[in-house]
């Protein structure tokens, strides 16, 4: 297979901003000049400890280690080869690749021509909706308030009757069978595959950047014996419980607002999006999960309380199912999380056609918190007006209120719920009490180590067993770094040269990384960054810490991605000038001190001792050069 010329993947990576890339999935927010930081997208945490560095072309998350240029992240998101990476960004920004030897571009690998395929179709079933058939699709979403401009704006589109019409449009675009049911557009028959989508609007479902990935259908025809819902199958690139209906269309305004509203159908988001609701989403044949949760949190930048997630539920009791499955999973939540129900049982989209877009904004302005609506979910299954019921309903209701958290809400639910109850508030409170312990023992014991660590302690003869070494362990990062003067001094120097070195004098910054440093994980980082040569080159920085031999590589990730104490980049640079010359300023001072320690042990009047205290004025000489010297 033919390789990219590296000219070419510099230059590819040097034209890409990484902060556009990784906010397309991250809600990044600034973390200082040259640094924005989110919420990993590898690890799920409370605050963010992930950093992007868009001038270097580098993240680093200090929680999980994780960390790479603009090609790493997409092959880590989308599971993608080197090749398709730098490809997908090349084809991004309109940029032509060159193969070594003069070869062709290799053939397109499997995932990316299921992205290709379902692009593909996604763009013929637009076009279908325009045709004499499709008046069917057209009047069903005409009854629902959608024109044809709010068709287009969500892509929707029509699959015609018949078993053939998109497998034979796909085969004239060059997808092979093998192809189209990968990407789950046909259906394998006896008599070979046939089209998975008849008669039916569809939808495309599209990831968080814009690509379609899969599809979802809704039956138009009586004499249709399918499921009124059909979605595509699970594929590589298609995971529906990872995959949010409309994110693409919400992520900027979900982003901007930390607020994100969770509707239950295709046409729930259009209703609301046309009605100002630009941050509705919906899950896709599958009820909302953790997988959601961890995509939601980090586009909205979930790391306060200060955000909003709304869920919208039916009445019935399937809708109640989903608020108690999605309650479960709500203290994931740094958000607050509230439920909004239209009146008269109404969802977005039948409220929007009955009663216009201000009434869709009202309800969900009307909310009240998840917690509230589980208790009264729970309340109203029970005979409040019988002993035996209160009881029931307290024993349903109190480990609600026992999950909350905030010291001064619980007590005042407690209140609220002895009150709904009739019940004395001290025994409602000793429930709520007895339901808290119990719901922190359970997670104490989901968390708790297996005993498997200890029954393994020793081997079968009663020798001691083998240590397992855990090497990443062995790694060097900040955190293993002396908290002295000189690693202070040494670490933000190599900090400021990494991520500012190309805004500083060469000479300068030369002069000050030829000294040795103090503490050896430093100096082996030192060692490779002088090594690199040229700071104003392309990728500069990223390359030179690749080049840094293992275990002070991820020392050098953290050094290059790490908040630097300045608000502007002159800032910045002044700073890092400052450290070059602190750094040769002490290499004086040092061999000053040496100098001052020989002549006390030479005869004043030596030859040694005359040609030390020159020494000794050229120091001073040099020192004060350094000292006086503008910054």
Known sequence: ??????????EVKARINIGDIVGERVAL????VGSLKGLCPFHDERSPSFHVRPQVGYYHCFG?????????FLRAMDHLSFTEAVERLAARIGYTLHYEDGGAAP?????TRLYQANAAAAEWFRGQLSSPEADAGRRFLGERGFD??????FGVGYAPKGWDHLRDAMRAQGFSDEELSAAGLVSQGQRGVYDRFRGRVVWPIRDVTGQTIGFGARRLYEDDKGPKYLNTPETTIYKKAQVLYGLDLAKKDVSRSHRVVVVEGYTDVMACHLAGVTTAVATCGTAFGSDHITVLRRVMGDDTAAGEVVFTFDPDAAGQKAALRAFADAKRFNAQTYVATGPQGLDPCDL????????????????????EFVIDQRLSGFDLASVEGRVGALRAAAPVVGELRDPLLQPEYTRVLARRLGMDTEDVRREVDRAARDSARREGDAHRPTSTASANSSSSDGTAPTPVVDEPALRMNLRTLPRTADATLERDALMGVLQYGHLVDGEEVDAALALPMQIPALDAVRQSLLAQGDRRRIGWASTAVESVREPYRSLAVELLTADFPALTEAEAAAYTRGLARKLRLRAVDREKNELLGTIQRLPPDSEQGRAVRLALRELDARRRALTEAPL
């Open 1 to 10: 297979m033919a390789r990219i010329r590296q000219s070419d993947v510099d």
């Open 29 to 32: 927010k600034s973390a200082g």
């Open 64 to 72: 999980c280690g994780e960390s790479g240029d603009v090609y790493s």
């Open 107 to 111: 053939e397109t690998s499997g995932r």
């Open 148 to 153: 044809a401009g709010a068709a287009a704006h």
């Open 352 to 371: 929007r056609l009955e009663r216009g877009d201000a009434a869709v904004r009202a309800m969900l302005e009307t909310k009240v918190p998840m917690f």
